[in-house]
């Protein structure tokens, strides 16, 4: 069990959900974002940490929007925190920016692809806040004690484990369930990345393509798989979305997912 802010306790009985846009295409935008699922959550009594990136840095194109950089995402991240009380979940690409970013969030989160980066991995564990670690699409689920072993050799155990698909031939990535399970044999909470999961890596040329009907499918079978929190990019309008507009779940059909997802996880718990 990993504990955020006091408040959230990730991996025992309550479902947690990780919301929010890919990455900040605006200050309106993102506390407007932040505001509404905050009563979302306080409506449907659920446990939400809000997510956000100020960079991607791994956009499939140099034309590609990348967010509004470390120091304004950063400012505006600050002000979601304090406005709405939210607890913030953050991407960190350099060792350089682990003690920056952790002024701010309560959970550093690894990407996929730079799961591996030793030198990244022990800065955003050196901060001591809890640490999200998306298991690479080229990486085997047992293949994660060893990223667990670089963050545990700092002393940090705050650690959760992300599970977000793996590369099947090209421009294409699938689902195995067996890998919640087998991350949770670490003893570390499990997420599933229910929006990336269905990501077609380049598949529109120079952006990323997506199968964003399939979300609920994937979501409920995470949940049965032994998930203990889902992450998952939300967007007022997802075609007009910056980044990831083909997965990112549309923020008008939400509720009645979260809804149906916590509905099921207090069975699959009993």
């Not at 959230?8 to 935008?29: M, R, T």
């Not at 590609?64 to 600050?78: V, Y």
Request: include cysteine; aromatic fraction near 6%; glycine fraction near 8%.
């Amino acid at each position: 069990m990993i504990k955020i802010n006091n408040d959230i306790n990730i991996g025992e009985k309550d479902l947690c959900f990780f919301l929010g846009p890919c990455v900040i295409e605006s200050e309106e935008q993102a506390c407007t974002l932040a505001e509404k699922l905050k009563d979302l959550s306080v409506k449907n009594k659920f446990n939400f940490v809000f997510k956000a990136s100020f960079d991607k840095a791994n956009r499939t194109s140099i034309d590609s929007f990348r967010g509004p950089g470390l120091e304004e995402g950063l400012r505006i991240l600050a002000k979601i925190k304090e406005d709405y009380s939210l607890p913030l979940l953050v991407d960190v690409h350099t060792p350089e920016q682990a003690a920056k970013v952790a002024e701010v969030a309560d959970i550093l989160q690894v990407p996929a692809f730079l799961c591996r980066q030793t030198d990244l991995l022990v800065a955003v564990a050196k901060t001591g806040k809890a640490i999200n670690v998306k298991k690479g699409q080229f990486l085997a689920p047992w293949d994660i004690k060893q990223i667990v072993g670089k963050i545990e050799s700092t002393g940090n155990k705050n650690i959760l484990l992300t599970e977000r698909g793996a590369s099947f031939g090209y421009n294409n990535l699938v689902v195995d369930f067996t890998s919640i399970p087998i991350m949770k044999e670490t003893g570390y909470p499990v997420v599933f990345d229910a929006t990336h999961s269905l990501q077609l890596p380049g598949g529109r040329g120079n952006e990323t393509g997506g199968r964003r009907e399939f979300i609920p499918t994937l979501s409920k079978a995470a949940i049965a798989a032994g998930a203990d929190a889902i992450f998952m990019e939300v967007h007022e309008n997802p075609k007009e979305a910056k980044s990831d507009s083909a997965t990112s779940m549309r923020l008008s059909e939400l509720e009645p997912l979260l809804l149906e997802l916590l509905e099921l996880a207090g069975a699959v718990r009993k």
